[in-house]
């Protein structure tokens, strides 16, 4: 069974300082790694995906997350930080294969707040 | 433009009145599912359908029913909302495979008194 945790449910970051949201997985199959942002009373919108190949992934907005299979980790990052960047981040795992099959299972989420 | 169209986006409603909340994709994507979103528990599934008439449980369906008669649509069924559905739901469909990223709707916010 595949499931994903977000170590910290609430980051503060200032405007312009590092942005590092952790995510850890687990999976019994090569998973495919995604990261959505929610913005207020809006949908899920991908960021970001590593499916195969590079393990460094860039995304939308200025983001990348490294694929670490030793780490069973994939931690988005993003070098400086915009007020518009203010968002709920979820991290989610896929399988493809077994009762898994293209099922997504998400994260708890992590709030991010940019302060000026 | 590529969508995954919700309705309502809010509801409020009282416990045991069957209500159904509407999916429909414009993609022709054969996966589609039903998430709940509540704070400090991200997404779960509720229901999920690979195709036309095949449906299957997520990993909390107690209390809810879908259909999927039509490879656009894909319904929400509560036949007797309980205030612990009270909830943010989401819609969103894919490409029949893992790698493929999930397009998701607006959103509905449901709740149940």
């Known amino acids: 069974a595949q499931s994903v945790t977000q170590l910290g449910s609430h980051v503060s970051v200032s405007e312009g300082a590092l942005v590092l949201l952790r995510c850890n997985y687990s999976s019994s199959v090569p998973p495919y790694l995604f990261w959505y942002v929610q913005y207020p009373n809006q949908g899920l919108q991908l960021l970001l995906k590593?499916?195969?190949?590079?393990?460094l992934v860039k995304g939308i907005n200025g983001f990348e997350a490294e694929f670490k299979k030793s780490e069973t980790s994939f931690h988005l990052t993003k070098p400086s930080a915009h007020m518009s960047d203010a968002a709920e981040y979820f991290c989610?795992?896929?399988?493809?294969?077994?009762?898994?099959?293209?099922?997504?299972?998400f994260g708890q989420g992590t709030i991010l707040t940019v302060h000026p | 433009e590529a969508q995954v169209t919700q309705n309502p986006r809010y509801l409020i409603t009282v416990t045991g009145k069957k209500l159904t909340v509407t999916c429909s994709q414009n993609m022709n994507h054969e996966y589609m599912s039903w998430y709940r979103q509540d704070p400090g528990l991200g997404l779960r599934q509720i229901y999920y359908?690979?195709?036309?008439?095949?449906?299957d449980k997520g990993d909390v369906p107690e209390g809810y029913k879908v259909s999927r008669k039509e490879k656009r649509n894909f319904p929400l069924i509560l036949e007797s909302p309980s205030p612990n559905q009270t909830s943010l739901y989401f819609c969103?469909?894919?490409?029949?495979?893992?790698?493929?990223?999930?397009?998701f709707g607006q959103g509905t916010r449901l709740t149940v008194v």
């Open positions: 590593y499916t195969t190949g590079a393990t």
């Open positions: 359908s690979m195709n036309v008439e095949v449906t």
């Open positions: 969103a469909s894919s490409i029949r495979t893992g790698s493929m990223q999930a397009f």
């Open positions: 989610a795992v896929s399988e493809d294969g077994g009762t898994s099959y293209g099922k997504l299972t």
